[in-house]
């Protein structure tokens, strides 16, 4: 069978929670990239979806993330309201690479401790790998409500791992979604740099 037509099949399937989360999910990006802030009122509807459909789906550390977007959309919204120092519209920024070198250590850390737990005591698919996506994205969401540069460089590598994960759990139209969500990083890449570069200027 084709890719268009399992995704087609695929949707058939599905019932109108998928769809909305999708498209909702895809308009956060959209609106994400352009810095609105709109943005995080269609992250709001979409997650709270999610908790429910990886549940369903058996993917529990997604299921827990989706809770924490749900979360950080409310921080988000404050935190692009009014910037670091009361003005409005929070600026771009870059953060030094050994901030990001200890993240990455230590959430690497934390995966293999929460897979380890999920491959013992819970029916957890791909408990490793669904871990670590879980827990880079706790850390990319946060770095997209403080407006650093390089969450669009953690995403790409979540997102590519997602689709995979989502794939094989029968979540196609979920799995189409983080396809569209990679084919659009490199535009919130430059659109992000090239509005830091005017603030710098």
Known sequence: MS???TVLEQ???????????????????????????ACWIFAAISTSIYVWLFIGAKLYMEAALNGFYLLMAVYG????????KGEQNRPVVSWPIRIHLRAGASFA????????????????????VDSLTTWFAIWSTFLVAKKVLENW???LLIDLASVFIYWSRDLQLTGILFLVYIAMIPFGLVAWTQSMRQQEV
């Open 3 to 5: 890719l268009a037509a």
């Open 11 to 37: 949707a058939k399937a599905q019932s109108i929670p998928e769809i909305v989360a999708v498209a909702a999910a895809i308009a956060y990006l959209v609106l994400a990239i352009r810095q609105n802030i």
């Open 77 to 84: 919204w404050l935190a692009w309201r009014t910037g670091a």
């Open 109 to 128: 850390l934390l995966s293999v401790l929460t897979g380890f737990v999920l491959h013992r005591y819970t029916d957890a698919a791909f408990p490793y």
């Open 153 to 155: 460089w953690y995403w």
